[in-house]
């Protein structure tokens, strides 16, 4: 099993552009989230999704949408980028109750001109 | 609304005992993990417990849950150099499926 598996591993954009970070699991979780990682503020979370075909905004989800394409699936983009998003991104899936445990994917870190 | 807060930094030296500190605000907190990230990395579930326990044991871990005080501590005994990292407390908040971590505690071992 690979996990969770995040692309691109790293990018640079101009502001105003756009682009989308995929995500993926395998291991047949309903779960997934997308976290930004800023330093000295630990881990914030932008959007989730509790299950294939729903979405809900997390801490901090202007500037962002997303899409839950299928169960395995969850993508972020951002529709025009902000040197405020300049971040390292963590997508994440949980397995089933009770503990709700999270595993995290290896990161992007984007970086925003 | 929910906090969970850690200390910066801890340097310890090899082989000591190393202790990690968080306190949080939310006293509906059903579970409390700590997370480990190395350099470059995502993080990695290192243990959890349930809020009705207050000790958990796993090899050199040992997690200490004060529910009173709404304190959580993180014990690694024989610290060694590839413990070096970064440290995440983190609660299951009241929003479904939710949580919220501290800030990142960094540990140095130097040997």
């Known amino acids: 099993n690979a996990g969770v598996t995040q692309t691109p591993k790293f990018q640079v954009l101009k502001t105003g552009q756009s682009m989308t970070l995929q995500c993926a699991q395998d291991m047949n979780h309903n779960s997934m989230y997308w976290y930004r990682q800023d330093p000295g503020m630990g881990l914030r979370l932008i959007y989730y999704s509790a299950s294939e075909g729903t979405t809900d905004k997390g801490e901090v989800p202007n500037g962002y949408n997303v899409s839950r394409l299928n169960k395995r699936e969850f993508s972020l983009r951002l529709e025009s980028a902000a040197p405020s998003q300049t971040s390292v991104y963590f997508c994440?899936?949980?397995?089933?109750?009770?503990?709700?445990?999270?595993?995290f994917g290896p990161g992007t870190r984007l970086l925003v001109l | 609304g929910e906090d969970v807060e850690q200390s910066l930094f801890l340097s310890v030296r090899e082989g000591d005992s190393s202790v990690i500190n968080c306190t949080y605000t939310d006293s509906s907190s059903t579970y409390l993990y700590w997370y480990k990230q190395e350099p470059g990395a995502g993080l990695q579930l290192l243990t959890y417990?349930?809020?009705?326990?207050d000790m958990k044991q796993d090899q050199r871990l040992t997690v200490l849950l004060n529910k009173k005080d709404k304190h959580l501590s993180l014990r690694i005994a024989d610290t060694q150099t590839g413990d070096s990292a970064i440290y995440f407390c983190?609660?299951?908040?009241?929003?479904?499926?939710?949580?919220?971590f501290g800030t990142g505690t960094r540990l140095l071992v130097s040997p």
């Open positions: 983190a609660e299951r908040g009241t929003g479904f499926q939710k949580l919220v």
């Open positions: 994440a899936s949980s397995e089933g109750r009770p503990q709700e445990t999270q595993y």
């Open positions: 417990i349930f809020s009705n326990m």
